[in-house]
């Protein structure tokens, strides 16, 4: 996979991309749309997909893009072909002209797969910050209930009074509501890692 020729610094941090993240096998889809620098590192991807999701970060995690992969650094690669470290690579340095699609895996057990399509790159509003939450639509499941299929198993032994684990399924889900977001967390932890990129934005600005 050919990657894009490096941009100067000052350009790549004020440049942005719309990512759309998508948990695939959902029906309807559940999905984000957030608006983030292309500076970013592939490890910051990561917890941009952690916080607009709602996973709690408690498991391993991997992207994918072409035949590469990126994550944490591991002492052993089992086997499976190397990866790279993702808080080294960036994901200006990853993207195709048009369009990159990414392939993310949260929880290697649960294997919840995610899809993220990143296009519509260009200059940021300097007066806005970034990253920041633009759209989704459904809940993110719990975590643990056993990736989509158990997901959807528990939500129907939750709805049917005569399923063998409808109580258990009651007390695992609580009041959650496959259809509602509670966008405001969402918004206010984008709203941190911008807050903590900004200071360093000044001083490339400054220094450009």
């Known amino acids: 996979m050919k990657l894009a020729k490096p941009k100067p610094a000052a350009d790549s941090f004020s440049e942005i991309a719309t990512l759309r993240i998508e948990l695939k096998d959902t029906n309807p889809v559940i999905w984000r749309q957030v608006e983030a620098p292309t500076s970013i590192t592939l490890k910051v991807l990561h917890d941009i997909i952690q916080q607009t999701v709602g996973w709690f970060d408690y498991h391993l995690w991997e992207f994918t893009i072409g035949k590469q992969s990126y994550g944490l650094p591991l002492e052993e690669d089992w ?71 158990g997901f959807y198993d528990m939500l129907e032994a939750r709805s049917d ?46 220094n450009a």
């Open 79 to 149: 086997g499976t072909a190397p990866r790279k470290e993702a808080a080294k690579v960036r994901l200006r340095d990853v993207l195709q002209p048009k369009k990159t699609v990414i392939d993310y895996v949260y929880d290697f057990g649960d294997n919840w797969e995610h899809r993220i399509i990143v296009t519509d790159i260009r200059p940021g509003d300097p007066d806005v910050s970034y990253p920041r939450y633009i759209d989704g639509e459904g809940n993110g499941p719990p975590e643990d209930c056993g990736g989509v299929p």
């Open 161 to 206: 009074p005569d399923h063998p684990s409808h109580a258990d399924a009651i007390k695992w889900l609580d009041d959650y509501d496959p259809s509602t977001i509670d966008e405001e967390p969402i918004k206010y932890a984008l709203l941190r890692m911008a807050r903590r990129r900004n200071p360093a934005k000044a001083l490339i600005n400054k």
